[in-house]
């Protein structure tokens, strides 16, 4: 989600089978005015699908009737199973934690829109509204959802490196290193999966679009579940971070400034927010621990987001520069590894210099 554009004309951009959910919808509500006098307006900031807010005038004065239209980008299929975000929405929204369900169509559905406040890139900076996201955070990945508890990012990312090598043609492939990234993803599984961390139901996406405030109540709801599996708790804390250097309402929404990458106290008040909103007392070896793992994460975020980047030029028709997105990552990637991983980052970032053409 995202902020409000110009509102369009329902009847010249919704398909008839859309408008027609949406009237079944609004006539549940008596104070409507007029069925057919929907505004559509579009949402921005979206980079997987395409978001509008449709609304109606009421019969009281200045108060309208809204719902959340989200339709589906093209492609995205390769990226996650669409049931299984549907059956994850539909268990959060069970549990109080986003939106109502209120229809469904096969390249969409229809929301509740949430009387709260989309954070903004800043908000993110925010001490107070940073502890409260800490907070959410851990009572997100506390949850107990179905199906097997075990980390899917590997596995994912495997997966979206098949399918970038079968998008990409030979010269994008070989600046992206693309037949080395395989190595890549063997190494740091092996250099992560220590068995101190701990799995949680994690959202995979925490940028700031996902994120909503109810500014009276000060109630954080997380929302947009299609990449939540179960994962590492740290992968989803560096991806957290990760996108504090993104800004998607500028002009050129793809550009990342790391200088705003979040610096070693801000870091450690975010985790200790983390941990200590379950009430325990908090011990610095423990915090100490999971900025490290942290820090190692933010690798496999640059990768597999690089990834997405590469997959999303070629299947998605958003106006997004993904290319140049995903070369941000994948720089990222190759500047930071030594310095996180010490030796054996080393050692195999010298073995793939001689395919560099950044």
Known sequence: MGAAENVMDSKSHLPAEIEEILTSLASRWEDIL????????????????????????????????????????????????????????????????????????????????????????????????????????????????????????????????????????????????????????????KELCGTHQRLGFCHNDLQYGNIMIDEETKSITIIDYEYASYNPIAYDLANHFCEMTADYHTETPHLLDYSKYPDLEERQRFLRAYMGSIGDQLNDVEVNQLLEDVEKYTLASHLIWGLWGIISEHVNKIDFDYIEYARQRFDQYWLRKSDLLGSSGALTNASADGNSTF
């Open 34 to 189: 007029d069925l057919n006098e929907l505004h559509v307006i579009p949402l921005k900031g979206a980079m997987t699908n395409q978001v509008f807010q449709i609304k109606w005038p009421t019969k009281a004065e200045k108060v309208s009737r809204k719902v959340l239209l989200r339709l589906y980008g093209e492609g995205v299929e390769v990226f996650f199973d669409r049931d299984d975000e549907i059956r994850t929405f539909e268990f959060m929204s069970k549990h109080g934690q986003g939106p109502r369900l209120l229809g469904r169509f096969p390249n969409g559905r229809v929301e509740e829109f949430i009387n709260a406040r989309t954070l903004s890139a800043s908000d993110m900076r925010d001490p107070e509204i940073s502890a409260l996201i800490a907070a959410k955070m851990k009572e997100f990945h506390d949850l107990d959802m179905s199906g097997p508890k075990k980390a899917c990012l590997w596995d994912r990312m495997r997966n979206w490196l098949k399918a970038a090598k079968s998008l990409s043609p030979p010269e994008e492939a070989k600046s992206f290193r693309l037949d080395a990234i395989d190595e890549e993803i063997s190494m740091l599984e």
